[in-house]
C-alpha cells in the first residue's frame, strides 16, 4: 500500500518560514494530481496548494507570493516552501497524492505564534 509520510512542521514565529515535505513510497511521477490542505481547529480542511500537471502550481489567495510548492521527482517528495508565516496559517497539514486514488498523508503540525 502506497504511504506518504510528511515532515517538517514545528513551532515558527511570525514571519519565520517552515519546509514541509511529503515523502511517497511510489514514485510520484506520472500521478494525476498531487495537492497540500490543511484544516485548522474547528474549521473545514481546505486546500492551500496544488499541482495538476507539469511543475505548476495553483495557491490559495492567502498563501499567494508566500507559500511555494515544488516536486522532486527522484526523491519522489512532494514540498511546501512557507515563508513569511501568520499566526492564521497555523493548522494541521496534510498532503495528498492521487494516481487512482487519493492517498494521503498523516498531517504535520504547523503553529505560528510569539
Known amino acids: 500500500q502506497v504511504q506518504l509520510v510528511e515532515s517538517g512542521g514545528g513551532l515558527v514565529q511570525p514571519g519565520g518560514s517552515l519546509r514541509l515535505s511529503c515523502a511517497a513510497s511510489r514514485s510520484i511521477f506520472g500521478s494525476r494530481f498531487m495537492g497540500w490542505y490543511r484544516q485548522a481547529p474547528g474549521k473545514q480542511r481546505e486546500s492551500v496548494a496544488s499541482?495538476?500537471?507539469?511543475?505548476?502550481?495553483n495557491y490559495v489567495d492567502s498563501v499567494k507570493g508566500r507559500f511555494t510548492m515544488s516536486r522532486d521527482n527522484a526523491k519522489n517528495t512532494v514540498y511546501l516552501q512557507m515563508n513569511n508565516l501568520k499566526p492564521e496559517d497555523t493548522a494541521v497539514y496534510y498532503c495528498?497524492?492521487?494516481?487512482?486514488?487519493?492517498?494521503w498523508g498523516q498531517g504535520t503540525q504547523v503553529t505560528v505564534s510569539s
Open positions: 495528498m497524492i492521487q494516481w487512482l486514488q487519493p492517498i
Open positions: 499541482i495538476t500537471s507539469g511543475d505548476s502550481a
